[in-house]
Structure formats: structure tokens, C-alpha cells
């Protein structure tokens, strides 16, 4: 009999290389959530308007001071998942 598991929802975390500092600020965010297989979509949001669609662990460069949610959404067969972190720029 074939299987009618159905996949589990994504698990959108992910880390960051800093939460703070001076502009410039370079950040890198790093996907943590474990296996992509069965991923329909992704996006990154760095809440300062800028995204990635392609990238699984890319970085941005924040370039004004203020306080942004970024954020990684993944969907999959089942379900929706996002993950915010806050990145403040001085």
C-alpha cells in the first residue's frame, strides 16, 4: 500500500552572524531548519525592503541605522512557516 504520510511543515529558522552594530552592517543568515527536500518556496525578507527568493544563506548589508525584522517563509505541500529575527543598525 502506498504511503499517505504527509510531509510536516517547514521549519523556517534560521540564525544570524550579528543582531547589532554600525552602519554598514554585514549580516549573514544562516538556514538551521534542516532539510529543504519538498521546499515549494522560499523568501528572505531583511526588512528594509530588499528580498531573496534563490538564496538559502545569503547576507545583506544594511546601510541606515534602525531596528529590522527580517524574516525567512517557507512553504511546502503542508504547510507555511516563518522565523524573524531583529537587526538593529547604529
Not at 529558522?13 to 529543504?36: E, I, N
Not at 538559502?56 to 529575527?85: Q, V
Amino acid at each position: 500500500m502506498p504511503s499517505t504520510a504527509l510531509a510536516a511543515v517547514p521549519n523556517s529558522s534560521f540564525k544570524t552572524s550579528v543582531t547589532s552594530g554600525y552602519a554598514p552592517l554585514k549580516v549573514t543568515f544562516t538556514y538551521t531548519g534542516g532539510s529543504t527536500a519538498g521546499v515549494i518556496s522560499h523568501i528572505w525578507r531583511y526588512g528594509d525592503g530588499a528580498t531573496c527568493q534563490t538564496c538559502w544563506n545569503p547576507y545583506h548589508i544594511y546601510l541606515k541605522a534602525g531596528t529590522y525584522k527580517a524574516t525567512l517563509t517557507i512553504k511546502n505541500t503542508s504547510g507555511t512557516s516563518t522565523t524573524a529575527h531583529y537587526i538593529t543598525v547604529k
